[in-house]
């Protein structure tokens, strides 16, 4: 299971969860993804990241596809990260999982208190 993170805040809390960490993949081409490969249980998983301050969907496509490449086999991959809020009807607190199967670009940029 490939899993691409935004931050690499995000990649260090995935890194928590591996089991085992396991050897660097060999790139191909003209890939710069960093990787994290390890497993949970039996189940292999390889993690990469966005490139710092690259948030735009066509980084995220980038990442995967130069995953899918080095990985040379059928992979699931999920988009993981940390979500902003919104308040709504629906009751979703800190913790909680939100899954979907498309991700919508909406906004780029965070709002600070005091600026």
């Known amino acids: 299971m490939g899993w691409i993170c935004a931050l690499s805040i995000e990649m260090a809390a995935g890194r928590v969860v591996l089991d085992r960490i396991h050897e660097d993949l060999p790139t191909i ?3 710069t993804n960093a990787y994290a490969l390890g497993n ?17 969907m066509n980084n995220a496509a980038i990442v995967a596809g130069n995953t899918l490449r080095s990985l040379q086999s059928n992979c699931i991959e999920l988009i993981v ?8 009807d629906v009751d979703i607190r800190l ?11 909406y906004d780029l940029g965070k709002i ?4």
Do not use: E, F, W
Request: aromatic share 2%; proline share 5%.
């Open 29 to 31: 081409g003209n890939n």
């Open 40 to 56: 949970v249980d039996k189940h292999n998983k390889v993690m990469a990241c966005l490139p710092t301050g690259q948030y735009r």
């Open 81 to 88: 990260g940390i979500g902003g809020g919104k308040p709504s």
């Open 95 to 105: 913790g909680d999982r939100v899954i979907n199967n498309k991700v919508l670009q």
């Open 112 to 115: 600070v208190l005091g600026n």
